[in-house]
């Protein structure tokens, strides 16, 4: 089954605001990736967090974990058009060989 | 230069026939894995291979049969395709499979769609 769940399953915002999505996962991780996924694409890797650590940064993008509460969020600021893509969270489990991914929220950037 | 590729990218074929999907990749991975993506956008992992060793295989019908000659080609054969074998799939790789890794970043290539007639 899913190890990932992401919400909210769809996001329209304006260009220019921020986006918001959280990813929860349900045993202990390793660490936890987000990718994102454009239309007709393979997927691209944009961050990891490792189990240890609280929050990330990657030119816009902002990436919290907390281990507590088995969740994750992405932030993307001063989203633009080309941002326009699915996003999805995976998680490495601590006992296991293999990435997990959710079903991705797919965020939409109008111009 | 493309990091993973994949052919083809797309293969419509009838129900019954046998079909390969080829991989390669030119980045010096140790690990490839093979993931089906269905019509909803859920991602799962089918095959895993370290060093053409199969390290992964999870509940797929043993109409699929991944093969590694070298550690920078995973194929995918799939016999007496079906129905519900339409999907993209998609090939990637990773420095190091192993759990835990910081290096199981993965590398996919473009997806194959796949459309069983």
């Known amino acids: 089954s899913q190890q990932g769940e992401e919400d909210p399953q769809a996001l329209s915002i304006q260009e220019g605001e921020n986006a918001t999505m959280n990813c929860s996962y349900k045993?202990?991780?390793?660490?936890l990736q987000w990718y994102r996924q454009n239309s007709g694409r393979g997927l691209v890797h944009l961050i990891l967090?490792?189990?240890?650590?609280r929050e990330k940064h990657s030119g816009r993008l902002r990436v919290t974990l907390d281990t507590s509460k088995k969740s994750s969020s992405l932030l993307i600021t001063a989203s633009r058009a080309a941002d326009t893509a699915s996003y999805f969270c995976?998680?490495?489990?601590?006992?296991?060989?293999?990435?997990?991914f959710g079903a991705g929220t797919t965020v939409t950037v109008r111009a | 230069d493309t990091a993973v590729s994949q052919t083809p990218k797309y293969l419509v074929t009838q129900m019954g026939n046998d079909k390969s999907i080829k991989c390669e990749q030119n980045?010096?991975?140790?690990?490839m894995y093979w993931y089906k993506q269905d019509s909803k956008k859920f991602l799962k992992i089918m095959f895993s291979?370290?060093?053409?060793?199969?390290?992964i295989n999870e509940t797929v019908p043993n109409r699929f049969s991944p093969k590694s000659p070298d550690k920078a080609h995973l194929n995918l054969h799939i016999n007496s395709l079906e129905l519900g074998d339409s999907a993209v799939y998609f090939c990637?790789?990773?420095?190091?499979?192993?759990?835990?890794?910081?290096?199981?970043?993965?590398?996919f290539g473009p997806g194959t769609r796949l459309t069983v007639l």
């Open positions: 990637a790789s990773s420095q190091d499979g192993t759990g835990g890794s910081l290096y199981n970043e993965q590398f």
């Open positions: 045993t202990s991780i390793n660490n």
């Open positions: 967090i490792r189990s240890n650590e």
């Open positions: 995976a998680t490495d489990a601590a006992d296991d060989y293999k990435l997990s």
């Open positions: 980045l010096g991975h140790d690990t």
């Open positions: 291979y370290n060093n053409k060793e199969l390290i």
